[in-house]
């Protein structure tokens, strides 16, 4: 190896840091859901920060029923040479072989998703062993700890995918922050218990009763589909939102798009909310939490 | 004095805490009208296509290349490494830097995150013990022009340069607990 007079040791990869580094990365920002290069030209166009690469947005795996699967990789690296930035895409819960082809595709992180049929029913991934970070999907403060300590760089909200509905998402955020808070009141023998409780590792909840937070940033996803809804996912505690259906399944994307990001942004700001929700057409219609089938984050355990 | 950190998209949290364990009064700016009373402004690293886009659509742009000039200290790491340089290789056509210093970037010339890496890397400036560097999809200076000092290098490439009282680095200062080049920027 070249090198200077200024450098010392060589350089490694796959580390936490750098795999937690990259979630920082993505705060304030918004990941959407594509189908297609096209889909992915108009995310980047509207200020996406990256793009989740997958076959079928989840409200039409939820019409179309099946086994959703890992994206086919001619698809994904379609959308790869389609967009300059960071490309993400879907293994199914416990199936490392689809991370590891995801992985050798050099995409920029796997979302190990609930979206998708899960490959095994008491197993999630070892992400220890990925030089690729991965995002893991959460309902309470319990389920982020257990998909932290099996290496996840990022958690977020697992809300109701595909449904448009913010309900779900909301009641994740509110359960992960409002434990959070209620661990720093703790005194540190009832940390114990908590960790039975949580049935999380005992040394991540006495880190995070010290700290106040997760060790790894903390997203919104499942059923954002409105720039109020992006703004509300962000003032109640999240650092960056993910945008599934609610995008590509509304009348005039383009503009929702660029206008969720906006609202991201200035999630604080009233008055800009206010003028980026003006005139952007339909959302996508959605459903009520009582007329589901199937609730997708009832998968992940 | 006020330190700003352009929060539109991206680290700036991360940078907003660092500096304010040093004590400094930090405000997000968002609006041109944030950048009133700000002394100091850091640029951090996030998506450089996000934040070029926003910073036009909120009327950024022209502000921030006044203040650039104004001889302000400007802190830019990763996307703000960018978003300052004289030129942008493998961006988008639409594009936009500030031309504050004159670099050449070019976005994710390390390559994708499988790629992005961790380093202990001497700087001079810095003195002792090297500093951990932390390298994310990150750009390559691909050019210096004569006015610009190369403080450190990665792989024989310059990865922290100065130029007046503007500091650039490919890697992220932020992500680590070492203080000294937030230290440095808050002395100029």
Not at chain 1, 45 to 63: N, S
Not at chain 1, 198 to 211: D, H, K, M, S, Y
Not at chain 2, 26 to 42: F, T, Y
Not at chain 2, 142 to 162: C, F, H, K, Q, Y
């Amino acid at each position: 190896m070249s090198s200077t007079s200024f450098e010392s040791t060589v350089p490694t990869t796959g580390s936490q840091l750098v795999k937690r580094g990259l979630a920082e990365m993505f705060c304030g920002g918004v990941i959407m859901d594509v189908v297609n290069p096209e889909q992915a030209r108009i995310a980047e166009d509207a200020g996406a920060c990256a793009v989740m690469a997958l076959e079928r947005v989840p409200a039409d795996i939820r019409v179309d029923g099946g086994v959703a699967r890992m994206s086919d990789p001619e698809m994904i690296q379609g959308i790869q040479a389609a967009v300059t930035i960071p490309v993400m895409a879907k293994a199914r819960i416990g199936h490392f072989v689809e991370a590891q082809i995801l992985e050798a595709l050099g995409v920029d992180y796997i979302d190990e998703s609930e979206v998708l049929t899960p490959a095994d029913e008491a197993h999630h991934i070892d992400k220890w062993k990925f030089t690729v970070p991965f995002v893991c999907g959460a309902t309470n403060l319990g389920e982020a700890l257990r998909r932290i300590s099996e290496g996840a760089c990022l958690i977020r909200s697992k809300g109701e995918a595909g449904t448009g509905n913010i309900v779900e998402a909301v009641r994740h955020l509110r359960a992960i922050n409002g434990d959070i808070r209620a661990l720093t009141l703790a005194d540190s023998a009832e940390l114990f218990d908590w960790a039975k409780q949580l049935r999380a590792p005992l040394a991540l909840v006495q880190e995070i009763a010290e700290t106040g937070k997760l060790p790894v940033p903390l997203f919104c996803a499942g059923g954002i589909a409105t720039p109020a809804d992006a703004a509300l996912a962000m003032q109640l505690g999240a650092q960056a939102v993910f945008v599934g259906s609610g995008i590509f399944k509304s009348d005039d994307p383009a503009p929702r798009a660029k206008a969720i990001v906006e609202a991201t942004t200035n999630y604080l700001d009233p008055h800009i909310l206010a003028k980026v929700s003006r005139g952007l057409g339909a959302p996508m219609t959605g459903i009520g939490m009582d007329d589901l089938d199937i609730k997708l984050a009832d998968r992940g355990w | 004095m006020t330190t700003g950190v352009l929060a539109l998209q991206g680290a700036f949290a991360l940078h907003q805490s660092r500096l304010e364990s040093l004590g400094e009064q930090v405000v997000q700016v968002r609006a041109p009208a944030d950048l009133q009373g700000v002394e100091r402004l850091v640029i951090p690293g996030g998506e450089s296509t996000t934040v070029s886009m926003l910073a036009e659509r909120f009327d950024l742009l022209g502000p921030l290349t006044e203040f650039a000039q104004s001889g302000k200290a400007v802190l830019g790491t990763c996307a703000g490494a960018i978003l300052l340089s004289a030129e942008i290789q493998d961006g988008r056509a639409d594009q936009h830097c500030l031309g504050a210093i004159d670099i050449s970037t070019r976005r994710n010339g390390f390559g994708r995150q499988v790629d992005s890496f961790e380093q202990d890397v001497q700087i001079p400036v810095l003195g002792d013990p090297p500093f951990h560097a932390v390298c994310i999809r990150a750009p390559v200076i691909s050019r210096v022009g004569e006015s610009v000092t190369v403080l450190a290098t990665i792989d024989s490439r310059p990865a922290l340069v100065r130029s007046g009282a503007i500091i650039v680095s490919i890697f992220h200062p932020e992500l680590v607990e070492d203080l000294r080049l937030h230290h440095l920027f808050l002395s100029l």
